[in-house]
């Protein structure tokens, strides 16, 4: 029997070595060709017929970077977030952003707000994106949530399970990911939506992301076809 990815994850992994490895002035534009890849890949997704993918754009690690660095990822971010809701649009693709958002400007919240504003009609394909994101912080931001309806008496801890839980998550309301694709040659997660991932398969490729094809798409999808998947029966 055949799997077919429903959700798939993308930690997007490598524009900054890109960018050194040809010589480039600025790792912002490793970024940029980073951008033009995930452009690609959500138009991938929808031809192989995946309804959901989720990417890791900016992590809660990433604001240690330097502040060059960061201002220059959210200004790159804005201007394809403005540039690109009408291509979104109309190729039916909503867009939904995930993470802390307490830590962006109001200038990128508002970028945000009409992004998904936009968008939110679209069906074909959802595709979240991870900025200000951690796996861990989400999960206790989710708790600290919880609890704080506990206090309030609009919540019964006895009558918590999973289901109850992950509607206090950043995606809910979205099937779990089936397949993670992590380029750029390292071997972990980093803090990549444990919850979700917990049955995932991950396909790990040393393709840095500016470079990453349909091609190796399509190589990551055939492996998660050919595989059993049991969840533990």
Known sequence: ??????????????????????????????????VDAFIDTCKWCQEAGI?????????????????EEVAGL?????????NEVQTCIDRDIRMIIVG???LLSPEDLETVRKTEELTAHCKNLIVQVAISYGGRDEILRAVKAYTAKVLEGQED???????????YLDTTGVPDIDLVIRTGGNRRLSNFFPWQTTYAEI??????????????LQEA????????INKGK
């Not at 490598?14 to 960018?19: F, S």
């Not at 200004?75 to 977030?81: D, S, V, Y």
Request: aromatic letters at 16%; zero cysteines.
């Open 1 to 34: 029997m055949e799997n077919y990815v429903r959700h798939l994850g993308v930690i997007m992994d490598g524009n900054r070595r890109w960018a050194k490895k040809h010589m480039l002035a600025s790792v912002l534009k490793g970024h940029e060709k980073g």
């Open 51 to 67: 309804g959901y993918l989720t990417v890791y754009a900016f992590s809660t690690e990433n604001w240690q970077r330097s502040k």
């Open 74 to 82: 959210f200004k790159l971010m804005g201007k394809f977030f403005l």
């Open 100 to 102: 802390d958002r307490s």
């Open 157 to 167: 801890p006895a009558a918590l399970d999973e289901s109850r839980f992950e509607q």
């Open 203 to 216: 396909w790990f490729t040393d393709v840095l992301w500016p470079d990453f094809s349909q091609q190796d």
């Open 221 to 228: 999808l055939d492996y998660y076809r050919q595989i059993q």
